[in-house]
């Protein structure tokens, strides 16, 4: 059955000149169509530079929003329009301007994991493989930053010179865990090195051992002369780490970090987007004017 379906994928994205982008998170089958599968970063610097006209992102909105942002000449494909992120829907865009309003000598500097209207009221973008970085990089000594309030904490530490007024949102998978799970686990593993996401709790990130975006965890374990790691993020990047790790040794912090909206897009969604063009995800042109400098100007702040 899967066969049949893959099959006709492949033919349908022949036919579209389509291309299948997918986050580390997605479900095994997924990556394993994918034309390329990585992290927010890269999946937003793909966008840019695949060649076709139609994008099917495997991933959630504000992954397929960013893409449109990019590509407003590229049919940009969402299979399952209810993939959202709980964290991004945090930020309220009417009191997003009242803190702007009150900090005016502080710009938004938005996580990536936000909506296109966020982003337009940002002046620069980032993502979890970069947060730090950006903050160091733009010219302000204060900064507002949204929504993540853990990621803040983390960029914190590392530019403890400038001010972050932190927004108060999190990701209910990250969030989740708790300094004690990394105690219980590595005492089940006690030789693993603990590798944990940034959106992690900082009294978790203060037990690990590295902290990374999904792909920096990738690049990580490969690099590392270490043989067992405690995976501290959405657990379908095991399959990646995995796969591409055969000799090594991958555990999950806890079994029950699944990020639900990830989980959502299937083989069958993906077969029926490009069946029925669905579902088209658009920005109005003066929002995503406005939100493509700021996601440009991270690609230019640290390039
Ligand atoms: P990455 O950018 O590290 O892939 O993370 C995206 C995300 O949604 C984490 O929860
Ligand atoms: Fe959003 Fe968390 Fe899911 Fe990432 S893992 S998409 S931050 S809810």
């Known amino acids: 059955m899967d066969n049949t379906i893959i099959e006709e994928i492949k033919r349908l994205k022949k036919q579209r000149n389509a291309i299948i982008l997918a986050h580390n998170y997605q479900r095994e089958e997924i990556q394993d169509i994918a034309d390329f599968v990585g992290d927010s970063l890269e999946l937003s610097r793909q966008a840019v530079q695949v060649q076709c006209d139609v994008i099917v992102f495997c991933g959630v909105h504000f992954m397929a929003e960013t893409a449109a942002i990019l590509n407003p000449d590229k049919t940009v494909l969402l299979p399952e329009i209810e993939a959202g992120c709980p964290m991004a829907d945090t930020v309220d865009v009417k009191e997003l301007k009242e803190w702007i309003k009150k900090y005016p000598s502080s710009p938004v500097i938005s996580y990536v994991n936000t909506t296109a209207e966020v982003k337009a009221l940002s002046y620069a973008c980032c993502t979890s493989a970069n947060a730090p970085q950006i903050v160091k990089a733009v010219p302000f000594d204060s900064i507002i930053f949204v929504p993540d309030k853990n990621l803040a904490e983390w960029v914190k530490k590392q530019v403890p010179y400038k001010e972050i007024i932190a927004w108060n949102g999190f990701c209910p998978t990250h969030h989740m865990i708790k300094k004690e799970d990394v105690i219980r686990t590595k005492k089940v593993h006690p030789d693993a090195l603990v590798v944990v996401h940034p959106e992690c ?54 079994s029950t970090m699944i990020c639900p909206n990830m989980k959502r897009t299937t083989l069958e969604s993906v077969l029926l987007a490009l069946k029925e063009n669905q579902y088209v995800i658009k920005v109005p042109e003066d929002i995503r004017i406005k939100a493509y400098e700021a996601v440009q100007r991270m690609f230019t702040l640290v390039s």
């Open 201 to 254: 709790r900082p009294e978790v990130i203060e037990l690990a051992d590295h902290v990374a975006s999904t792909s920096g965890m990738v690049r990580f374990a490969k690099a590392s002369q270490a043989k067992e790691f405690i995976i501290g993020t959405e657990i379908g990047l095991l399959y990646r780490l995995k796969k591409e790790n055969p000799g090594k040794n991958f555990y999950p912090l806890k």
